[in-house]
């Protein structure tokens, strides 16, 4: 028991100290966020009020709106920055160094993907704190609530970056995962626009929100910001992280690098 | 983790203190009922069928008579609260939309939009004391708390007219911002706050010497400058705040009494008009008439917490113990 520990916190460590050291990362995953609440969300801005929708018991501004989504903005892109990383440990080697140890190999993608969520969860809480210095302010009790839920989407969304990683072969292809996962994940979604206001547009556009996992994990990071719990969002995501994770640790191959290594 | 959710719920219901078994009476303008809301579960409770176009509503001083402008039957309904049964009809002359009680708890003073005038009636004996002239679209109303004063004010003529209620004359007017809408003294009767719908101030009128103190202007930040509409005014007991309703910028100003600077907008639903605290002032309630609900504010913290759907257009609002 003492060496999983061991070994857990040596990687959470190690993404700790990745993270206190990349300040330019940590920075680049508030910008996004900011600029989509500070000027996006002001350009478009509905000061008149959106129609009420679960879980919000009044009328909200846009900005107010937004604030889940982009908080699960910040866990997409560093679930997939994750996987980013992980190309590179395993190209450069400090993956395959961490694979030498005597450990099961599922409990040290786990640690991985748990550490990367750690990492996340800062940078969420960072935002959520401009965001309410500059007015979204939701309970304080939410603040706390929506901790257990941003942690599963958060492992969640690392789970399925390690998936995807485990098919990527070069670094550049990042730019791809960000056009064909990223993008579509997030604007097909329910975290810049109400699912109702989508389907007065189109129908099948507003399935394919309603179908997208990204959809569930904003909802249940919004509801839980809000004191209510989403039972179909928190399921779904619950069981798409066991599958993504199990499929991830299944699908990882160390020997990938090496073998296209040059000789 | 639903442990967490219960204690969270627990400590929000505590922290938020909500006004106990006060119970809210709303208008349906286009329903031509009132809706019954219980404010400590925020639920509608009951919806009771009334005269038509029901707008301007008020309550006896011991609250236990409800009594309803229903303007298209031309008529002020009296409902005993204890039954909920329309127990009397008063003579209001035509179209009455806005009326103010006397603290005699006699005298209601009612505007008679399309004629011009200011009915009188006895509530009790139900006869016309008088009617007295004032200007084009009478709308607000109000009486001083020593029932010294009777306010009108006229929507064209752009005055607020100074009833004085010993001789049931006009005396004299003060002219305001364009179409002024409401009215409403402060608890000293001082001071006579009124709002202008197309002016979009509130003046600030001096009781003593009938001349505007102060002028208050209303600016959302995105909200175009011709939709802040301002309607109802509420002023706390303790003269801190003025709730200043504005129409269709779906916000209500929040503005300290004392220094007349506004501190604060809250969103609100679509078009809100009127307003009305619970009796301990701990809670606002505005109505929201396109999109059919009543927001609830928060005084201490100045912030909404719920929208209750009610029926189509709510207008009045008033709340009893």
């Known amino acids: 028991m003492n060496a999983y520990w061991q070994c857990l916190c040596g990687i959470v460590i190690r993404e700790w100290l990745r993270f206190v050291l990349q300040r330019t990362r940590f920075l680049s995953a508030l910008v996004r966020p900011l600029l989509w609440l500070l000027v996006f969300a002001a350009g478009f801005r509905a000061a008149l009020g959106i129609a009420i929708i679960a879980p919000y018991d009044t009328y909200i501004t846009y900005e107010t709106y937004i604030v889940p989504g982009l908080a699960c903005m910040i866990l997409l892109f560093n679930g997939m920055q994750g996987s980013l990383s992980m190309v590179y440990d395993r190209e450069m080697g400090s993956m395959r160094v961490l694979l030498t140890s005597p450990l099961p190999r599922a409990f040290l993608l786990a640690s991985k993907l748990l550490a990367t969520a750690l990492i996340s969860l800062l940078q969420v809480y960072a935002f959520l704190a401009i965001a309410w210095v500059y007015g979204v302010q939701p309970p304080a009790w939410g603040l706390l609530a929506a901790l257990p839920a941003l942690l599963l989407v958060a492992v969640l969304l690392s789970a399925m970056g390690l998936l995807l990683s485990n098919g990527i072969r070069q670094l550049e292809n990042f730019a791809g995962v960000m056009n064909f996962v990223i993008f579509p994940l997030f604007f097909l979604s329910s975290a810049l626009y109400p699912l109702w206001k989508m389907r007065e547009s189109s129908q099948w556009l507003y399935w394919l929100c309603a179908l997208n996992p990204f959809s569930h994990a904003v909802e249940l990071v919004r509801f839980a910001l809000y004191e209510r719990f989403n039972g179909l969002a928190m399921g779904v995501c619950l069981v798409l992280t066991v599958i993504f994770s199990v499929l991830a640790v299944i699908s990882f191959n160390p020997q990938h690098a090496a073998v296209r290594r040059p000789s | ?321």
């Open chain 2, 1 to 321: 983790m639903r442990r967490l959710f219960v204690y969270s719920a627990l400590a929000s219901a505590l922290l938020s203190a909500p006004s106990f078994a006060a119970t809210a009476y709303i208008s349906n303008e286009k329903d031509n009922s009132i809706s019954v809301i219980d404010v400590a579960t925020q639920t509608v409770t009951a919806t009771l069928p009334v005269g038509k176009r029901p707008r301007g509503l008020l309550l006896s001083s011991d609250n236990t008579l409800l009594y309803i402008c229903a303007s298209d039957s031309d008529t002020v309904q009296v409902m005993d609260l204890a039954t909920r049964q329309i127990i009397k009809q008063l003579p209001s002359g035509a179209d009455p939309e806005q009326f103010a009680l006397h603290p005699n708890d006699r005298w209601l003073y009612i505007s008679n939009e399309d004629d011009s005038l200011v009915t009188v009636v006895d509530t009790q004996d139900s006869k016309v004391l008088a009617q007295v002239d004032v200007g084009v679209e009478p709308e607000g109303m109000a009486v001083s708390p020593d029932g010294k004063w009777a306010i009108n004010t006229s929507e064209t003529t752009n005055m607020v007219h100074w009833i004085d209620t010993a001789t049931q004359t006009l005396v004299d007017s003060t002219l305001v911002d364009q179409r002024p809408r409401h009215v409403e003294f402060n608890k000293d009767g001082s001071q006579l706050w009124a709002s202008a719908e197309i002016g979009g101030t509130v003046s600030v009128i001096d009781v003593a010497s009938r001349s505007i103190i102060k002028t208050l202007k209303f600016q959302i930040k995105g909200v175009h400058p011709d939709k802040v509409q301002p309607v109802g005014v509420k002023l706390t007991r303790d003269g801190k705040y003025a709730f200043v309703a504005l129409g269709p910028a779906n916000h209500i100003a929040v503005v300290d009494a004392k220094t007349f600077e506004v501190l604060d907008y809250l969103l609100v639903g679509r078009r809100v008009w009127h307003m009305a605290f619970t009796p301990d002032e701990k809670t606002l309630l505005a109505t929201n008439g396109i999109s059919g609900d009543v927001s609830v504010v928060d005084v201490d913290s100045l912030k909404v917490t719920k929208s209750i759907k009610v029926g189509r257009y709510p207008w009045g609002v008033v709340v009893t113990p």
